[in-house]
Structure formats: C-alpha cells, structure tokens
C-alpha cells in the first residue's frame, strides 16, 4: 500500500512563508495527480493546489482561486515528490492540509478545484497563520 509521507507546516505570522513537501513511496504517477486539500474547522474541505506526474504534459498545475499567485506547487525530477511553497500567508489560510494523489482531470468551477477521485490520503500538517 502507497503512504505518503508529509513535512513541512507549522504556526507562522501572516505575510510569511511556509512550505509543504509531499513524497510518495511508490514511483508510478503515471496519469495521476498530487496536491493538497486543506480543511480548516467548520469549514469545507477546499482543494489547494495540483501537479500532474504525466506521461504527457508533466508539471502541469492547477490552483484555487483563493491562493492562486500566493501558492506555488512544484515537483522533484524523479517524480516522487511534490512541495507547496506558500507565501504572503493570511489567517484565513490556517487549516489542515493533506497531501493526496487523485485521479483527473481537475476540474475548476468558480474558482474551486474537483478531482474525479481521491487515491491517497495523507495524514495531513497543521497549518496556522496568526493575524
């Protein structure tokens, strides 16, 4: 069974920075994305930010409307490992996040992002922004 292994989080004031790293056990991305969801307290969980593994049109990105030009998703060469770099941090960013790896396509409506399936679930890192 694939596990996903996550670091990266922490408890940061508004304006900064905080990254997120995702690595995956297994090698095999083929046709499959990874990224984050994140879920605050009372709220719904909120598709973050996505890579795609390929085969073809490798790195391609997706992005909430929420973080989109704050956030910026990337991933290693050997394609094993995703990071989330976050910047300009604000309060309303402070939520769980869990790295995942989903089926596509992702979808964007209103500025919100869908995936056609979750494949993993990552335990998820704490993410708190004080104002």
């Known amino acids: 069974t694939e596990q996903l292994v996550e670091s990266g989080g922490g408890s940061v004031q508004a304006g900064r920075s905080l990254t997120l790293s995702c690595t995956a056990s297994?090698?095999?991305?083929?046709?499959?994305?990874m990224g984050w969801f994140r879920q605050a307290p009372g709220k719904e969980r909120e598709g973050v930010a996505f890579?795609?593994?390929?085969?073809?049109?490798?790195?391609?990105?997706a992005y909430a409307n929420s973080v989109k030009g704050r956030f910026t998703i990337s991933q290693d060469k050997a394609g094993n490992t995703a990071y989330l770099e976050m910047n300009n941090l604000k309060p309303e960013d402070t939520a769980m996040y869990h790295c995942?790896?989903?089926?596509?396509?992702?979808?964007?409506?209103?500025?919100?992002?869908?995936?056609?399936?979750?494949?993993?679930w990552g335990n998820g890192t704490s993410v708190t922004i004080s104002s």
């Open positions: 297994a090698s095999d991305r083929y046709g499959k994305w």
């Open positions: 890579i795609y593994f390929g085969p073809k049109n490798v790195g391609n990105s």
């Open positions: 995942t790896i989903v089926e596509g396509p992702i979808s964007v409506y209103e500025g919100a992002l869908g995936v056609k399936s979750v494949e993993i």
